[in-house]
């Protein structure tokens, strides 16, 4: 059975992530204050409620979701790898910790610029199509990687 076909189901199970995890924010966070369990609660279902009434904002979550699932089974197993080969974390040398956020940061990027449509209008942008464009990009890694050089040596 298909669960996509159920009617009413991606709906209900969106309202839940999103209540769950807007109230798991507010308890952290204690914005609310400390000890307001219930004003947490309502607040989280009003922002699941009003989440849910968007079918835009609802298509793009139900896009990003799957895929989110997949980058965190990928970093779980890096993490389960690196805990087989060093047996603790804190021996990781800090930069491979940058290099590891700024590749999910980028990989998060990239899924919500597709999710939203951004990344097919940065394509077809006359802009992209300019061999002076990249040209600038690469000017600007190369002075990055000389500036990072530089800075590492000091």
């Known amino acids: 059975m298909d669960l996509t076909k159920v ?15 807007t109230f798991a924010i507010l308890q952290k966070t204690k914005i609310l204050g400390d000890g307001v369990h219930q004003i947490n609660s309502l607040v989280a279902l009003i922002i699941a ?7 835009s904002i609802s ?17 779980l197993l890096f993490f389960l790898l690196v805990g087989f080969v060093q047996g603790d974390f804190s ?6 910790k940058w290099v590891i956020v700024f590749l999910i940061c980028v990989f998060m990027t990239g899924l ?8 097919d209008k940065i394509k077809s942008s006359t802009f992209l199509n300019n061999s002076f464009f990249y040209s600038i990009i690469v000017f600007a890694l190369v002075i990055a990687a000389v500036v990072y050089v ?5």
Do not use: R
């Open 112 to 119: 919500v610029l597709w999710a939203t449509g951004l990344l």
């Open 91 to 96: 021996s990781i040398n800090p930069k491979i």
């Open 150 to 154: 530089i800075v590492s040596s000091k």
């Open 59 to 75: 298509g793009i979550v139900q896009k990003i979701v799957p895929w989110f699932a997949v980058a965190m089974t990928v970093i």
């Open 49 to 55: 409620f009003i989440f849910v009434s968007f079918s």
């Open 7 to 21: 009617p009413f189901l991606q709906e209900a199970l969106l309202f839940v992530l999103i209540y769950v995890v």
